[in-house]
């Protein structure tokens, strides 16, 4: 381990994460905050354009965005630069790509809310105001935080076996061609 002899357990509860999410304002903003308790604010504010599936384009969740760079900065902060962390970030990135699809059936945000960048402000109203898409996207995230602990800290805690065969292979079977409408 590079940081300390111990790992950080992250403990996260769904109203942390849902009080994450209002204090930073996006999805991605507060499960990074939220997993990542130490990040400083410009590192948590530098996640917001990949709120609404990245700049508000509909793809991947900014929540599962903010849950993956939490990974990353984890893994860094206990193997230090190199091949160990890299394997170990993307594990866990596998690992949460798969926990929030199970959770939500879907990694998009076009998918989930049914609006984009080319949603018209009306319809944004509808939807997050009208019909509660908002209190939804805090339920996820409440949801989301602790399952995506679990799953940062299991990726960094697996035996060795594990990261080094996701190091060999780093796209096989989680990164697809996203193809937009």
Known sequence: MHDSDSPRRLEVTPARAVWAFLQNG???????RVLNPVADRETVHAAQPLAGGIA????QCGMLWGSVLAAGDEAYRRFGAGVEADARAVLAARRLVQCF??????TDCFDITDIDHRSSTWKMVRVFLIQGKTLGCLRMAGGFAPAAAREIETAMTESAAAPRAAQRSPRAGW???TARR
């Open 26 to 32: 996006t999805g991605s903003e507060g499960l990074l």
């Open 175 to 177: 990164a697809r061609p």
């Open 101 to 106: 699809r199970d959770r939500n059936h879907h």
């Open 56 to 59: 508000q384009h509909g793809y």
